[in-house]
């Protein structure tokens, strides 16, 4: 999230009781003691994956079912963003408001409530004029893939850093380590604002128009750049319990090279952990996209922005309120419904644990 | 405890040596030149010739790093005049001394933050200890889904409603700004009450779920079963036992918040134009001006790895089994 706390996140996660936490917190992934011999009493019986047994207990959960159909409705709006507007007649793009005389008064839409109408559901953007509907439903679709990219990639990053230190240990987990304990030590919004710029200058000259799909993979770098060191933590601290185990000791013994160790026996562990950081990851990326957008540095015009409307809304919500209520209660709805949902996960991965 | 500190203190530095060259090297990295900006519009290569002398800029890049890094330690001598020991050196879309300006501009991010903290410290705290000592009730179910849809807020969403709300539409509060508190302590409270409350709005919130669900785990510990079993009061169990197992993942969070947020509240800043470190950042990327990024960015680091060491030693007061080695 690109609140105020935005660095806690990282930190968080390291914090004793969490960490102790996480170690009993999953249960799908301990093969032998107490939670195996419920697992091989009721695979006895069904013979069900602990994947299985989550889906069973999330379906159960309504508010995780409902959460999970808001988030799923928003990722829909936004694939489907240009079947949508070709039912609904419009663009984000046509300024409406300037086109046809009338809709405009002195830049504020000529009727109440931000000219919403049945031909404007949202209303009209104040100033440019645009379809408010339209720059919302594509300004949800930019933001949401460029915080499934940024998602994917730290994700990544974090599974591979996280488990190589955990597993191997010695110099490499002295240095990624370090280089964890480095870059928390950035102020993370500054560096987002501070570096957006600078990367984009570095790689498009100054005379040059910057396509805007380079300008999306300069945010997906910058905040990819700050966006792992959580989860690779966590997943170095839940690897470096699992290389003792048993089960890896056996694949050691039996001749498997390190890579297929990781790759058959320890990423399917920690799947559930990044499974359900990924939940947490995902909307706090959208609110950092939309926090860049708001200062400024996010995608430039005309590419619609969800976080940019804010930023607009900042010079109009004086006379024109209604602009600033749709982006922001969607914002709020999205979030909400997200954080729900990743309470759910969790639940349903690790049942004792209480909310 | 003094090793401890001695080690953290090493650490801190070379991570801020990193972070240092980091920034600055990247910054070069750009084909950008500050000294336009600086120029002016009708700027001649002769002009820029002298700009870049006076800046520095003319030197190879490593050479203006050591130069960068040694004034901070020991001043400069620059051609608008010496710069003494914490030497960021000047401006250049301004000209002044970026030390200076950040010392003017802290107090601002200073007050918005500790008048914040205080808010959100103290409800959040509050709020999440009554929702797990009636863990179940109807009270608690009002807390937790209040906090739930809070923590959801963005302040640049919140911030234009309170502003449109309150100040106006009803003139109730005057426009958010920043007085000095040593010039009127009233002007400076209510100046900043509202970015104060939209600031700890969201923390409120957050503090509240997790000392919600801090409070509920430590509850569940064996020691605090012990005490019950013991026959102590059930307040007793709460407040001396079940808390004080609580606060490691609070304080944790706390000073993060603190840290971060004392290198300049952004986005807060940025809403209610609020002169603080936030948008002095802000200005000073969208000028190029390297000097002050370079300035603030050491300045919040500087917080938030201080904060972090707080942090650490703070465990050792909370709880007496952590060792500081």
Request: glycine fraction near 8%; proline fraction near 6%; hydrophobic fraction near 50%.
């Amino acid at each position: 999230m690109f609140q105020e706390n935005s660095a806690r996140g990282h930190f968080a996660m390291t914090s004793p009781s969490q960490a102790a936490v996480t170690e009993t917190d999953t249960p799908g992934l301990v093969p032998d003691g107490l939670n195996s011999k419920k697992k091989r009493k009721t695979s006895a019986l069904t013979g069900r994956s602990p994947g299985q047994l989550m889906w069973a207990r999330f379906k159960r959960d309504r508010t995780g079912v409902i959460s999970a159909c808001v988030v799923l409705f928003f990722f829909a709006i936004g694939l489907f963003a240009p079947v949508i507007s070709k039912i609904y007649g419009k663009d984000p793009y046509t300024r409406y408001g300037q086109n046809t005389p009338g809709l405009l008064i002195n830049q504020y839409p000529a009727q109440p409530n931000g000219g919403i109408s049945s031909d404007f559901w949202f209303g009209i953007e104040p100033g440019l004029g645009r379809d408010v509907f339209m720059q919302l439903l594509y300004g949800i679709r930019n933001t949401l893939g460029l915080a499934v990219a940024i998602t994917i990639v730290s994700v990544l990053t974090a599974i591979v850093l996280g488990v190589a230190a955990g597993y191997f240990g010695g110099r490499i987990d002295y240095f990624v380590g370090r280089f964890i304990d480095l870059l928390m030590a950035f102020p993370n919004q500054l560096f987002y604002v501070a570096f957006v710029p600078v990367v984009a200058a570095i790689l498009v000259a100054p005379e040059d128009e910057m396509p805007p799909w380079l300008r999306a993979v300069i945010i997906i770098l910058v905040m990819w750049f700050l966006g792992w060191m959580s989860l690779a933590r966590l997943l170095r601290g839940q690897v470096l319990s699992l290389r003792e185990r048993e089960f890896v000791e056996a694949a050691k013994v039996s001749g498997a090279s390190p890579w297929r160790i990781i790759r058959r026996e320890l990423v399917p562990n920690v799947m559930t952990p990044i499974l359900v950081q990924t939940t947490y990851m995902l909307p706090n990326f959208v609110t950092s996209i939309a926090g860049l957008s708001f200062l400024g540095v996010g995608l430039v015009e005309p590419t619609p922005d969800w976080g940019r409307m804010f930023a607009n809304a900042a010079d109009y919500y004086r006379n024109d309120i209604t602009y600033l209520f749709f982006p922001g209660v969607a914002m709020v709805l999205f979030i909400v419904a997200f954080n729900l949902l990743g309470d759910s996960v969790r639940d349903a991965f690790d049942p004792k644990r209480a909310r | 405890m003094l090793r401890f500190l001695f080690r953290r203190s090493l650490g801190a530095i070379v991570i801020l040596l990193l972070i240092s060259a980091f920034t600055f090297f990247l910054f070069f990295a750009a084909p950008r030149d500050p000294a336009l900006l600086a120029c002016g519009r009708n700027c001649g290569p002769d002009a820029l010739a002298i700009i870049h002398k006076n800046l520095g800029l003319d030197e190879p890049v490593p050479v203006q790093y050591w130069n960068f890094m040694s004034g901070i330690l020991t001043g400069r001598d620059f051609a608008q005049g010496p710069c003494p020991a914490p030497c960021f050196g000047y401006s250049f879309a301004t000209g002044d001394a970026v030390w200076n300006t950040i010392v003017d501009r802290f107090p601002i991010t200073l007050s918005l933050t500790i008048g914040g903290a205080a808010v959100f410290l103290l409800v959040g705290l509050a709020t999440g200890m009554v929702a797990a000592w009636k863990q179940g009730t109807l009270i608690d179910k009002i807390f937790s889904s209040a906090s739930l849809v809070l923590s959801s807020m963005q302040i640049y969403f919140v911030g234009p409603i309170v502003l449109a709300l309150l100040v106006y539409n009803t003139n109730l509060l005057g426009q958010p700004k920043y007085v000095p508190i040593t010039e009127d302590p009233a002007g400076w409270f209510m100046g900043l009450l509202i970015p104060w409350c939209v600031l700890s709005i969201i923390f409120t919130a957050q503090y509240t779920r997790m000392a919600r669900s801090a409070m509920i785990e430590q509850l569940q510990e064996e020691h605090v079963r012990t005490a019950r079993a013991k026959g102590m009061s059930a307040r007793t169990v709460f407040f001396r036992y079940a808390w004080r197992g609580s606060l490691i993942p609070i304080v944790t969070i706390f000073g993060i918040d603190l840290g971060t947020l004392f290198g300049g509240a952004m986005i807060t800043e940025v809403t209610f134009a609020l002169p603080g470190l936030g948008t002095l950042s802000m200005q000073s990327v969208l000028n190029t001006d390297l000097p002050t990024v370079m300035g603030v960015m050491l300045f919040a680091a500087a917080f938030i790895i201080l904060f972090n060491i707080l942090v650490d030693a703070c465990y050792a007061f909370i709880d007496p089994r952590v060792r500081l080695s």
